[in-house]
């Protein structure tokens, strides 16, 4: 048996222990910013930096010439038993676009493990190798025969939407199957969410958006790796056309083609 604890917020001790016994600290990522508005608003509030000197770039790539994103608006909503089907018919139809070459990134196992159980027997007679994480391969083997084997789809959850570099033609395709949002269960979670209302804060907006945000622009990062990469995202929940809060991750996504479809 294991007990395990983790300090709900960080600002104070990396204020206290960090950066308030330095002169300088260089703080970069290419998934700080949250939104073209909001900027670096969030991660600072989360380190604990009150005063700084700011600056968001651009990116090297041509998002707009090099990335299309779909977005389908009349699936199921996620939350529903009805999406099963309807996002397993739709990965289909994306993975055929683009002949395999695509990471389908999953929010849970137990989605994960219900897809590929749908589709697996029709991915072998489309000629698609698939891989799911969790099963007989470590990722970092997972990942050699998916660059070796042109034409491959992965099934991955959370250590897939970040840190995973695969440039070239073995991935042209990211599939998002439900957004990032944090589980409300988890302890951690848990925590921040009863801190923040206890002070009065609205958790959803300032903690639920900014973290979905971040997580969503860690896995649409992983299709462009280099000036040459070229491919699609498809977004297949709905949620990002059909409610008022789906503007935010749209704005936190780098500027390119969008196609919306059924």
Known sequence: MFLKSAPIKVDKLLKELLFDRIKTAVLTSATMATSTTDGLKY???TVGLDSTKDLVLGSPFDY???VKLYITKNTP?????KFEEAAG???LKYLDITKGRAFVL???YYLM???HERLAPKLEQMGIPVYIQGRDLPRHQMLEQFKNRIGSVIFGADSFWQGVDVPGEALENIIITKLPF???SEPIVEAKIEDMERRGIDSFQNYFIPETALKLRQGFG???RAKTDKGIVVILDSRVLNKGYGKSFLDALPKCQIIVED
């Open 43 to 45: 991660i600072k509030e």
């Open 64 to 66: 707009q010439k090099q």
């Open 77 to 81: 909503d996620p939350r529903t038993d």
């Open 89 to 91: 018919n739709k990965i």
């Open 106 to 108: 999953f929010t849970s």
């Open 113 to 115: 493990n219900k897809i």
């Open 182 to 184: 944090p589980v409300p």
């Open 222 to 224: 992983r299709l462009i």
